[in-house]
C-alpha cells in the first residue's frame, strides 16, 4: 500500500513535469531509497527526483474508535479492529549532477505539491492509479486521501537524516503525507443488535408451604 500510495503521486508529479516544462527525454521522478542511489554506479538514476520514506508515525487522535461497525438493515453488529491511521514523512531530493539543475526540478516539484497537495481516486488520473501498480490486488490502494504537508526539520534533524543516509546532502525538501489507514478486510465476530428491550417486571407471589 505504501509504495501504491507514492507509485500514483509519482505518476501525478512525472505527468505534470512533462506537461508544465516538456518531457526532456522522459520519466524525472522515481521511487528510490537516495542512500542507495548515491552509492550506486547508475549515473542516470542521479538525474531523477526521489521520493523516499525516511520516517512513519502512528496517528494517535485516531486511535480509541469503536471496534465495531452498526448494520441497520441486517440488524447486526460487525465486529473488527479498527485501522492503523499512519502519516509518513516523505524526503523529496534532487541527485542531478548539476546543482543548479537539481535546484531547478526541486523548485517545480515544491510547485506541484503547492497546488496539488490532495490525493485522492476520484482527483488524480486513471492511469496514475494503474501505471506501475502492485500485481497483488490486496496490495493496492481502492479508496484513499494522501496530503501532502511540508515539513520543516531542523538543522540537527537534517545533520542526523543525510547521516543515515550516507552524509552528502543534495537539494531536499521532506513531506508529512498524511494519512494512510492499513486495514486488512477481516470480520472476527458478528452478532445482532438489541432491538427490544422489556422493562415490565414484576414479582410472582410466594405460595405459602403446606
Known amino acids: 500500500m505504501i509504495s501504491h500510495a507514492l507509485t500514483i503521486v ?18 524525472q ?6 542512500g542507495e542511489i548515491l552509492t550506486g554506479q547508475d ?18 487522535a485516531l486511535k480509541n474508535l469503536p471496534n465495531y461497525t452498526r448494520n441497520d438493515i441486517k440488524l447486526t453488529a ?3 479492529n479498527q485501522p492503523i491511521y499512519l502519516n509518513f514523512q516523505i524526503l523529496l ?27 485522492t481516486q476520484d482527483t488524480v488520473a486513471p492511469v496514475s492509479i494503474s501505471n506501475k501498480a ?9 479508496e484513499f486521501k494522501l496530503v501532502f504537508d ?8 537534517v545533520n542526523h537524516l543525510w547521516g543515515t543516509l550516507g552524509g552528502k546532502q543534495y537539494p531536499f525538501a521532506v513531506y508529512m503525507m498524511r494519512m494512510l489507514d492499513f486495514k486488512f478486510s477481516t470480520i472476527q465476530s458478528e452478532s445482532t443488535l438489541i432491538n427490544e428491550i422489556v422493562s415490565d417486571f414484576y414479582q410472582q407471589p410466594l405460595v405459602a408451604s403446606r
Open 134 to 142: 502492485p500485481v497483488n490486488a490486496l496490495d493496492r490502494l481502492v
Open 93 to 119: 531530493s534532487a541527485t542531478h549532477s548539476s546543482y543548479g539543475n537539481g535546484l531547478l526540478m526541486l523548485s517545480r516539484a515544491i510547485r506541484f505539491f503547492q497546488f496539488h497537495n490532495v490525493f
Open 10 to 27: 509519482i505518476n501525478e508529479l512525472d505527468a505534470h513535469l512533462a506537461a508544465a516544462y516538456g518531457a526532456n527525454g522522459g520519466t
Open 29 to 34: 521522478a522515481q521511487l528510490a531509497n537516495v
Open 43 to 60: 549515473s542516470k538514476l542521479r538525474e531523477m527526483l526521489n521520493l523516499s520514506l525516511v520516517n512513519i508515525k502512528e496517528e494517535k
Open 150 to 157: 511540508l515539513y520543516s526539520p531542523s538543522m540537527e534533524e
Open 78 to 80: 460487525v465486529y473488527e
